[in-house]
């Protein structure tokens, strides 16, 4: 079954608001989980590392006011996307990785499909 | 710097056909190599990995050897079946900046016909 959850999976908003995605370890901890965003035909861009107890590192050219991390407990990382426009809409992915299985697996959520109007 | 380079697509072939889809990488150190599978309204799977040179990794009758002098990691199947029609992602893992990043190809989708 799965080990990384994601929530919403597909949401429609209105240019200006903002939107939270959830990403949850089901059944391990998971002291860092990563954010993707996917564009059609392309490759997972790295967006930032979510570290819990600690700040996000984001990636050269991802804007940290736009998008929020939180990594709130050891199962659980949110992506706040502020103020969503229309090229904001996209496919964002979260995984977290399970160190303690020989040499480290990555376990990836099912996707949230972003949509803004 | 790090980066992954993967054959473009889409591949398509016949049931029964052999596939391999092409994947060469550049790292700084000793990274791990690893596909993923990411099979239509799904996310990605761990299809197979390899942690070091001449390691291969094998999964469903995919295979893929780590090959450090050519820095590539081609992921074959001797017989593909429909099921396997997918977009394949090869990737690579490292350790910088005090933490491990994982950095993926563009992807290649395979679309097997009957």
């Known amino acids: 079954g799965a080990v990384v959850s994601q929530h919403p999976s597909r949401v429609i908003c209105k240019s200006g608001t903002s939107v939270k995605i959830e990403c949850r370890s089901l059944?391990?901890?998971?002291?860092?989980m990563f954010w993707y965003r996917q564009f059609p035909k392309q490759s997972l861009m790295l967006m930032a590392t979510s570290n819990e107890g600690s700040k996000a590192t984001y990636e050269q050219g991802v804007e940290k006011d736009k998008f929020l991390i939180n990594h709130a407990s050891l199962t659980l990382s949110t992506l706040t996307v502020t103020s969503a426009h229309p090229e904001d809409s996209s496919f964002y992915i979260c995984?977290?990785?399970?160190?303690?299985?020989?040499?480290?697996?990555?376990?990836f959520g099912p996707g949230t499909r972003l949509t803004v109007l | 710097g790090n980066s992954v380079t993967q054959m473009e697509g889409p591949v398509t072939l016949s049931e029964e056909a052999f596939l391999t889809i092409n994947c060469t990488y550049t790292?700084?150190?000793?990274?791990?190599l690893f596909w993923y599978v990411q099979y239509p309204g799904e996310g990605l799977q761990l299809l197979l990995k390899?942690?070091?040179?001449?390691d291969k990794g094998s999964n469903k009758g995919f295979e893929a050897t780590y090959r450090k002098e050519t820095t590539s990691f081609h992921l074959e199947k001797g017989s593909v079946q429909v099921s396997d029609s997918a977009v394949y992602f090869c990737a690579l893992k490292i350790f910088t900046s005090g933490t491990y990043k994982y950095i993926f190809g563009t992807g290649t989708r395979l679309k097997v016909l009957a």
């Open positions: 390899a942690t070091k040179a001449d």
């Open positions: 995984s977290a990785p399970r160190e303690s299985l020989a040499g480290g697996v990555q376990f």
């Open positions: 790292a700084t150190g000793y990274p791990s």
């Open positions: 059944d391990f901890q998971a002291t860092t």
